[in-house]
């Protein structure tokens, strides 16, 4: 059937020259991520959609007088990458704020917020960050890391997961959290032994502060945006599911800079929003007034939270931590993490209803009890409101029980997870949990032969957005301390194909947009990639030397070389 259509469509375009192709792309290695025509050697595009993809030699049918030919020069060609979870509006935001992200010391750590606090008007916050602590050797920074240097203004920095931050003293006092300050629930205000809080703040507890760092102006999101997705193409990255950049219970404010910006024609590549699920009545009521979106915008989904990360030990775990250097008495911490959720009942309730609604659920459970949980309520899902095709989700499932693995498949539950992050953790990950727990985690092998689909995604800004770096971390998983060169828990390494579908096909089935994008394939838009390396034959140790020549996105070229 399939070259049936192919032979089709040659017909219809050598009928006469009007049909004939804009822009013919040929003499390319062609990675389609089709099974049914798996490679080729060139594409015919007529608009925003794929109208041939097939042998040099057909591809001359397309040829008319205004077609324009490229010639790919024998350079590898693949789908547009597609990253399953992204904060984009964070990532364009943080491309303007401080960054801490390759700090490995307390005085670099100051200079560089001094630096910020010279260049920013007094009236602002300093906020930004993206440090971790693991970089100096395990210990917490504290407020007066801050203070030394600056004492007037108030400033917010967050760990890179985002599940811990670092207050400064007059952040403290604006926010009010002081020595009686209680823990909000699914969150932790760390203190010393004396009761003064430390200005670390854990989960629940961020929002503290955050609440009273003023919200940017409608000019400031356009600007993150359009920085954001400039970023993305120049990384190949034609598609993202974004999961916001607030747990705001308005479930339409990002949206609204999307949808601004989607009219004016400003949208440069696809997305799927997915909202704080506390604004599900009013997604549901925007849903029934508007629809779910096109192929470039759809926001029928939400984002919901069940616990914390490994790296701030608030990951919900069936086995306690391992005790570390973090030199806390044990009435500061919590041993097994922390269930995030305030209302679990309230919670529940809200799954049944949006999944009446056809919402799609995407639930962060890193620690494998929050993953245990999370599954069993997807399965009540499924016994209250009947078998349909959801695609529930879970983000990062990162640690996962025996039984969990199985289940992914068993239950066409999608595991969405990052890959980069085990480049990161795999180096200290053993002071936090045992072995037990560290051989199930990050099991890419292990899901994909139990046949689930397996999305990937960057986690953005908690990780570089380039998915080379996921595809790297996904094939070798190295680590960064370099002790585990041929792999951490090396069974459960992939083929470099394998992670090509983890970020292709597997990602746009992951959004309910698989017969619009995600391969190669005549009928689809036209979002592809030239790499400057052929992916499937180099050597693993040079993927992270491979960058992108040229993304299309519904027939549009953005040109690197």
């Known amino acids: 059937m399939y070259l049936k259509l192919i032979s089709l469509v040659i017909i219809l375009f050598s009928c006469n020259n009007e049909n004939k192709v804009d822009k013919l792309y040929y003499n390319g290695i062609i990675w389609t991520g089709d099974k049914i025509i798996p490679y080729a050697s060139a ?35 693949t789908p547009g990458f597609i990253d399953s979870h992204v904060h984009l509006l964070s990532g364009g935001l943080q491309l303007s704020r401080l960054d801490l992200s390759d700090v490995n ?28 602590h693991e970089k100096w050797g395990g210990k917490y920074p504290d407020k007066s890391w801050i203070d030394e240097i600056v004492a007037d203004r108030p400033i917010l920095l967050d760990r890179l997961d985002g599940h811990m931050s670092l207050a400064n003293s007059r952040a403290l006092e604006i926010a009010g959290i002081n020595e009686q300050t209680r823990n909000p629930i699914g969150g932790i205000i760390q203190k010393d032994d004396n009761g003064l809080p430390t200005g670390i703040l854990k989960e629940n507890a961020i ?29 190949g990255i034609t598609q993202v599911h974004d999961m916001g950049y607030s747990q705001d219970s308005n479930p339409l404010r990002d949206l609204e800079v999307y949808m601004r910006n989607h009219i004016r024609n400003k949208l440069k590549i696809r997305i799927k929003r997915y909202s704080w699920y506390l604004g ?117 499932a990162q640690h996962l029980s025996e039984e969990a693995i ?30 037990d727990i560290l051989s199930r985690t990050y099991v890419f092998r292990s899901l994909i032969d139990s046949g ?57 089935y992951a959004a309910f947009w698989e017969d619009k994008t995600g391969s190669i394939t005549v009928g689809k838009y036209a979002d592809f990639l030239v790499h400057s390396k052929n992916l499937l034959t180099i050597d693993h ?11 299309v996105v519904g027939g549009t070229d953005y040109i690197f070389e």
Not at 105 to 132: C, H, M, P, T
Not at 420 to 431: N, P, Q
Not at 465 to 492: C, H, S
Request: charged content about 30%; proline content about 2%.
């Open 452 to 508: 689930a689909n397996l999305a990937f995604g960057s986690d953005w800004t908690v990780a570089s957005l380039n998915p080379m770096t996921g595809i790297y971390a996904a094939v070798t998983r190295r680590t960064r301390d370099k002790k585990n060169q041929d792999g951490w828990f090396p069974n459960e390494k992939i083929s470099v194909e394998d992670a090509l579908k983890c970020y292709t096909t597997n990602n746009a």
């Open 280 to 396: 599900w009545k009013d997604l549901i009521k925007y849903i029934d007034n508007n629809g779910i979106g096109d192929d470039w915008l759809r926001w029928d989904g939400i984002k919901a939270m069940i616990d914390g990360s490994l790296g701030s030990k608030t990951a919900w775990m069936n086995k306690p931590y391992l005790v570390d250097n973090e030199h806390l008495s044990k009435k500061h911490t919590s041993s097994f993490g922390i269930l995030a959720l305030e209302d679990t009942a309230a919670f529940k309730n809200i799954l049944i209803n949006t999944d009446k609604a056809n919402i799609q659920h995407a639930v962060h459970a890193i620690g494998d009890q929050a993953n245990d949980w999370i599954l069993n309520k997807y399965t009540n899902i499924m016994e209250s409101n009947g078998f349909k095709d959801r695609r529930s989700r879970v983000e990062h």
């Open 406 to 435: 199985s289940r992914f498949s068993k239950e066409k539950i999608i595991p969405s997870m990052q890959p980069y992050h085990l480049f990161d953790d795999g180096s200290w990950a053993h002071k936090r949990v045992g072995y």
């Open 541 to 551: 140790n040079d993927l992270l030397e491979s960058r992108i020549l040229r993304t």
């Open 43 to 77: 594409i015919a595009v007529s608009g925003e959609h794929i109208v041939f993809v097939g042998t040099d030699e057909d591809a001359l049918n397309f040829i008319g007088h205004n077609t324009i030919k490229i010639d790919l020069k024998k350079k590898f060609i």
């Open 207 to 235: 929002e503290l502060c955050r609440m009273y760092i003023p919200n940017e102006s409608q000019e400031d999101l356009d600007i993150a945006l359009e920085k954001a997705m400039d970023y993305a193409i120049s990384l």
């Open 105 to 132: 010391n307390k005085e670099e750590f100051q200079r560089r917020i001094e630096s910020a606090d010279k260049e920013l008007k007094k009236s602002k916050w300093i906020v930004g960050g993206n440090w971790d």
